[in-house]
């Protein structure tokens, strides 16, 4: 399963000495050396645009400079790059700050011999305290390293497949960095370990199944939070077989459209798997949802009404002919969130 919240995270860190200073020019050759290891295990296949973060220290640490959009590359750490100018202007700021550089990574895991990818499979984040203290923190936001998932299911061999190209990386993170790697705090998913994650057992698991009972909900927050709020909306669960169609763009799946067979109850279900893009395109989706209910439009009707609007080049059309079929939402949920 992916998730929006990391499954676990590991860190390495460096102090500097009386005289010297940490810069974000030196953090950011940093960030790409982590990320050719990821890619060298092919856990990482592109670095997406990341952030720069500037905070003041002291008091509520208030953001002073935050660069967006930035891209992370050989070819990007000098010269006249958005990159070189947001590190220059930061490394020459003044005072004690908390500067955050933070990094996306797309990348793939395995099951039964197949490659998929997630457009958020790892993130690399640097931060400076006052120039003095740097934490490197890489996340992940898969299971694929466990050996039961995060539905409370035994997945031995996507373990076998994946677990040993992340202990890998970790190592040479490690060797890179010249310091150990310290894992981060069990959490509701999972206990990462030095090299990687504690073997599950049902016994030890944390909740029965922590994505449905964490994931599905802040996801379903995430979505919201890109709308404006409303009572205007259709019921977000329920007991009722579902019919959907899927969402695509460009050749790429984000998310499912649904409606209830019986009640009142529709939605969007994002694919976790294609990262802030499902978001962004779920959120033009509610809105038309938002639209259907107030003109009346009941969650039966809703599937056939929206296949009637006029084409929206940014929210994607539907991928099928016909609605499909769950038997539950579950399912629907479960395919949004795994693939």
């Not at 000495?17 to 295990?41: D, F, Q």
């Not at 990341?50 to 070819?75: C, H, K």
């Not at 922590?210 to 977000?236: C, H, M, Q």
């Not at 009346?296 to 009404?305: C, E, N, Y």
Request: hydrophobic residues 35%; charged residues 25%.
């Amino acid at each position: 399963m992916i998730t929006t919240a990391p499954v676990g995270d590991w860190t390495w860190e460096q102090e500097f000495g009386e005289g010297e200073e940490a810069t974000s020019g030196g953090a950011a050759e940093k960030i790409l050396s982590v990320w050719k290891i990821l890619a060298r295990h092919a856990l990482a296949d592109s670095t997406k645009r990341g952030e720069i973060t500037v905070r003041r220290f002291a008091g509520r640490r208030e953001v002073i400079s935050d660069f967006q959009n930035l891209p992370l590359g050989d070819t990007t750490l000098s010269g006249n790059t958005a990159l070189h100018r947001a590190t220059s202007e930061v490394d020459a700021l003044s005072g004690d700050f908390l500067i955050t550089l933070r990094f996306p990574c797309p990348g793939y895991w395995t099951e039964k011999g197949h490659w998929y990818r997630a457009e958020q499979l790892f993130c690399i984040q640097v931060d400076i305290w006052k120039k003095s203290l740097v934490v490197y923190t890489v996340e992940t936001y898969s299971d694929a390293w466990l050996t039961m998932d995060t539905r409370e299911r035994e997945q031995k061999k996507v373990h076998a497949e994946n677990h040993p190209r992340l202990t890998a990386a970790l190592g040479e993170i490690s060797l890179l960095l010249g310091v150990p790697t310290t894992p981060g705090d069990p959490n509701v998913h999972a206990t990462p370990t030095s090299e990687g994650f504690e073997n599950l057992t049902p016994e030890s698991a944390a909740y029965a199944d922590s994505w449905g009972t964490f994931e599905v909900p802040e996801r379903a927050r995430l979505l919201r939070s890109r709308i404006p709020k409303s009572e205007n909306d259709y019921e977000e669960v329920t007991d009722s077989p579902v019919h959907y169609f899927s969402v695509q763009r460009d050749g790429r799946t984000f998310g499912y459209v649904w409606a209830a067979d019986i009640g009142s109850a529709a939605g969007f279900e994002p694919r976790t798997a294609a990262g802030e893009e499902a978001l962004a395109i779920g959120g033009r989706w509610l809105l038309r949802l938002r639209d259907a209910h107030s003109q009346g439009v009941s969650a039966q009707d809703l599937l056939t009404w929206l296949s009637r609007l006029a084409p929206d080049p940014e929210a994607g059309s539907f991928g099928e002919d016909t609605p499909q079929r769950f038997d539950n939402l579950d399912g629907l949920e479960e395919m949004s969130g795994r693939y």
